[in-house]
Every structure is written in structure tokens, then in C-alpha cells.
């Protein structure tokens, strides 16, 4: 355990596809650390929409859709037929809304003096760049969650709660934005292992 001291990053920003493992391992981040982080993630804000918004996005698939989904978000395959399933989130304006205001969400939290480990999921270059324009001037260090995708795809299959074919949509797409200070890879890891590889790179930790 790492005593608080000053030189905590404001901010942590941990981004992966779905299923890689960020959820526990920002948990398990947030513990090793005695400097009081918050945990806060993509799906925390999606939940407080209606379920009427994402109906079957939880599900291994979205068999319903309707003018709800339509304004919230509709998994779309996106692979030609005979390919391996890979499916994408078309966000409507409900949803785009909400995940307009993810990041100014996070920065109010950290202005009004809260330190935050950020478990997200950079879905396309808009959201990037709200992230960026959201935490300008912020201590923000990144943490880029690998996994390969057979890995991936054999933890969607058997967690059930995501649509099959989203690990594969969103593997090649969501470290297409930025840098990191360091990378992790949860297949080849454990989750304690990964929040070691973590403090060794925060200068605070280091200090």
C-alpha cells in the first residue's frame, strides 16, 4: 500500500474495449492506493438512463429495438456475412447527449477537489476529443487496457451481459486516440500483477 502524498495525478484515465477488465482493475487500482480516488465508468453513466434507452444492449443480443433504442443506442453488425461477428453502438441523440457530458461530469468532480480513476471506453474520435477538451489543464495519467481478442471474445461469450460481437467492434477502434503512459494486458496479467506494472509507472507511486 502506498501512502497519500502530494503528486497524485488529478486525474487516471483507464480506456480498453469491453470485457478486457477494466472494471476490477480499477477497483483493485483504487484499493493499492491510499489517496482517496474515486471510481467512476462508462457504464455508471449509461445506468442512469431508463432501461428503455439500451434495451438488450445488456443482453448477449439486442433482439428489440424500437423509437427508444433508436434515441438511446442499437448494436449494429458491422462485419459482412461469412466474417467473424463484430458488432458497433449506434448512439442516438438521447445517448450522444449523455455521453457528451461523461467527461465535464468527471472534470466537475475533480474541481471540486475529488481525485478520479476514469474507467472508459473511447468509442470514436468525438468522444476523445470531449475528453480532451473536458480535462484541459488537468494531472491526467493514462492507462491503456489491452487484451487479445480471442481472450475478449471468450469473456463476452461467457459473461453474458454484453452483445456478442462488441469486443471485436471495439477492439481495433478504441486505442486509436491516444497516447499512454503505460499499457497493461489482462490476459497476460493478473489483475494485482497489472496495478504493480500501474504504481511503477506513476511518479507519485515511484517517489
Not at 477494466?22 to 462508462?42: M, N
Not at 475529488?114 to 493514462?142: K, P, Q
Amino acid at each position: 500500500m502506498k501512502s497519500a502524498s502530494a503528486g497524485w495525478p488529478q486525474l487516471i484515465l483507464v480506456n480498453g474495449p469491453s470485457s478486457a477488465g477494466k472494471s476490477t482493475l480499477c477497483r483493485a487500482l483504487q484499493s493499492a492506493i491510499e489517496h482517496p480516488y474515486l471510481v467512476v465508468g462508462f457504464d455508471d453513466f449509461i445506468f442512469m438512463s431508463a432501461p428503455r434507452y439500451y434495451l438488450g444492449a445488456d443482453t448477449g443480443r439486442q433482439e428489440e429495438r424500437d423509437r427508444f433504442t433508436a434515441l438511446g443506442v442499437e448494436m449494429v453488425t458491422t462485419s459482412p456475412p461469412g466474417a467473424p461477428l463484430s458488432v458497433s453502438a449506434r448512439f442516438g441523440p438521447v445517448f450522444r447527449n449523455l455521453i457528451d457530458g461523461m467527461a465535464p461530469a468527471v472534470r466537475a468532480l475533480v474541481d471540486a477537489g475529488n481525485s478520479v480513476i476514469f474507467d472508459h471506453v473511447l468509442h470514436d474520435r468525438e468522444m476523445y476529443e470531449s475528453f480532451r477538451a473536458a480535462t484541459a489543464g488537468l494531472e491526467v495519467f493514462t492507462v491503456g487496457v489491452t487484451c487479445p481478442l480471442p481472450v475478449l471474445e471468450a469473456r463476452e461469450q461467457a459473461r453474458g451481459d454484453r452483445v456478442l460481437g462488441r469486443a471485436r467492434g471495439l477492439n481495433d477502434v478504441v486505442h486509436g486516440f491516444c497516447a499512454y503512459d503505460v499499457t497493461v494486458d489482462t490476459a497476460a496479467l493478473s489483475p494485482d500483477a497489472c496495478v504493480a506494472q500501474i504504481l511503477r509507472a506513476l511518479p507519485a507511486a515511484a517517489a
